[in-house]
């Protein structure tokens, strides 16, 4: 048994030394993406005059900074227990998704509070038709950011990180409010000048709904909130199909970050010997973990079947 689980050890440290690799690989790609794109951005809305340009560009350049929380919370929770924390550091990429949530949330009320004073400022000037090149911008930036919102989402179901799909919902609410910045850019150059600062303001709705469900998301894996259905069903299917395993008499789940603890009662018959009923105990430990790397650990209980 102590072989076995070394090697499962052994596996779950090269999964996620693969896992934060691949993390940061993206993250890299996010930052130079974002630094370009903000810089275009915030060009074309000072030049074409756009106050909903300006304001997308400042939400771009709000990703850099929260892609940076997301690989540096990726990094420490990929540290390994020490004495001090014997379960590990997983859940510090839920703190760093809440981080992201609060910046994209503070990022929203900003852009927000922006649109509400040019509509309510009665100044013409503040008011002025945007030129051309911001829409052009606003076109670009809703297929770069889709982009960006489906590669690192790819990534981040791939390696199972909250922080990530985070980063990845950051992504696409910068789409979102690009699209809102088109509406209302066009709007303006057609005759509707109000149209852009509300644009501002539509777009800090979306940011704000992205930000609540992001918080929620990391709150759930703060609590020990138990993994979803779907999960849970899988890992009877597993279970049921091991050889010796009667039945399950009790099986919980908790979510620790990205990564999952389960503990399992399985019937087995009552006249096996002890090294017989943990050889089965084995056998499902072993099966949970390499067929749901998102597994940290499987505890294993194994009770003998009783008759009713």
Known sequence: MNNNMNMNTNMNANESSSAKAIAMRVSTISIVVNVVLSLLKLIAGIVARSGAMVSDAVHSASDVLSTIVVMVGVSIAEKGPDDNHPYGHDRLECVASIILAVLLAGTGIGIGFSGVQKITSGDAAALEVPGLLALIAAVVSIGVKEWMYWFTRAAAKKI????????????????MSSIGAFVGILGARMGYPILDPVASIVICVFIEKAALDIFKDALDKMVDHSCPGEDEQRMREIILAQSGVLGIDDLKTRLFGARVYV????????????????????RVHDAIENSMPEVKHCMVHENPLTED
């Open 263 to 282: 503990d399992v009662e399985i019937a087995v018959d009552g006249s096996k010997t002890l090294n017989e009923a943990h050889e089965i105990a084995q």
């Open 160 to 175: 199972k990180s909250g922080a990530l799909m985070a980063d990845a919902w950051h992504h696409r609410s910068d789409a």
